[in-house]
């Protein structure tokens, strides 16, 4: 079984910079596939950006050129780097963790993003 602990939202104005990071621990060896999703009030949770085992990463259309997401994997950790954020980027962002060995996705508690204009 896998556990993620994620860290570093909070809030900042529109044009700056926050680092969320997400620690995985337990089962880390069998997750093929890590990423970030995020929540705005009313709305379905969206991916924001995913990194695979191999090192190949996604982005949504909304955040490519101003997010960067990587990963530490002596520590079993990824980061998502956010930079020139917009008000539309406020949201609960949630790290997301796939087994594909058990078929399943973990899923952090959440971490509260909010960009004011």
């Known amino acids: 079984q896998v556990q993620l602990v994620e860290s570093g939202g909070g809030l900042v104005q529109a044009g700056g910079s926050l680092r969320l990071s997400c620690a995985a621990s337990?089962?880390?060896?069998?997750?093929?596939?890590m990423g970030w999703y995020r929540q705005a009030p009313g709305k379905e949770r969206e991916l924001v950006a995913n990194?695979?085992?191999?090192?190949?990463?996604r982005y949504a259309d909304s955040v490519k050129g101003r997010f960067t997401i990587s990963r530490d994997n002596a520590k079993n950790t990824i980061y998502l780097q956010m930079n020139s954020l917009k008000p539309e980027d406020t949201g609960v962002y949630y790290c997301?963790?796939?087994?594909?060995?058990?078929?399943?996705?973990?899923w952090g508690q959440g971490t509260q993003v909010t960009v004011s204009s």
């Open positions: 990194i695979i085992r191999d090192g190949s990463t």
């Open positions: 337990g089962s880390t060896f069998s997750i093929n596939v």
């Open positions: 997301s963790a796939f087994e594909p060995r058990v078929r399943t996705t973990t």
